[in-house]
């Protein structure tokens, strides 16, 4: 079976653009989460959606939003980009409980 | 706030060593503790959980330990090889909650 993909890999954009990040979860999973991973750091937790709807939402700005669609697969955008949001997006799929990580879309912010 | 944090931030052992990654967590009302790896330019990976109503969890060549009462997680790798070089990162989630707060992370180096 397939575990969670992310696309693109990676992604070049400047600053004031916006940007969409593509997920799909392992087959079942109904739940996708979103985290922000800055170099150096631990991942920070920004979405979670379950069923289409959100569950829960980190200490992000409203620039940051999300949603998931009928088959599960979920896109995260961000809107008027800054320096700072330059970071590995990571996209978690939840069975039960446990996340399930996938590869990142690295995005660089110039 | 809540935070997870390592004790640890290099770690070096020699190949065929047991390691032991340290994680000290701040909310007790945390329930469930994972542990992950990461290598360069992956997402983190799966290694091991365990519930706070147990102490401890054992896996292939992995051992989760739980110290409730000083609100201390470890992570024991046997026999160290070279493909567990990785940063390793421990996380806690409570009950009825849906995010993960992770620490920053432990590198792991394993010398030949």
């Known amino acids: 079976d397939a575990g969670v993909t992310q696309s693109p890999t990676h992604l070049i954009k400047t600053r004031g653009q916006q940007v969409t990040l593509r997920c799909s979860p392992i087959s079942g999973h109904k739940s996708v989460s979103w985290y922000q991973q800055v170099l150096g750091q631990g991942p920070q937790f920004i979405f979670q959606y379950y069923e289409k709807e959100e569950r829960g939402r980190g200490n992000f700005p409203d620039r940051f939003s999300a949603r998931q669609f009928p088959n599960y697969s979920s896109e995260l955008n961000v809107n008027a980009l800054l320096l700072g949001d330059s970071a590995l997006y990571l996209c978690a799929s939840t069975g039960i409980e446990t996340q399930y990580f996938g590869p990142g879309t690295r995005l660089l912010v110039l | 706030g809540e935070s997870v944090g390592l004790h640890l931030p290099t770690l070096s052992v020699q190949e065929g060593d047991n390691s032991i990654i340290n994680c000290a967590y701040s909310?007790?009302?945390?329930?469930?503790f994972i542990w992950y790896k990461q290598e360069s330019g992956k997402g983190p990976q799966f290694i091991i959980d365990i519930r706070s109503n147990m102490d401890k969890r054992q896996g292939q060549r992995v051992t989760v330990l739980l110290n409730k009462t000083v609100k201390h997680l470890s992570l024991q790798i046997a026999a160290t090889q070279p493909g567990d070089s990785a940063v390793y990162f421990c996380?806690?989630?409570?009950?009825?909650?849906?995010?993960?707060?992770f620490g920053t992370g432990t590198r792991l180096k394993v010398l030949a």
């Open positions: 996380a806690e989630s409570g009950l009825g909650t849906y995010k993960y707060i």
């Open positions: 909310n007790s009302a945390s329930d469930y």
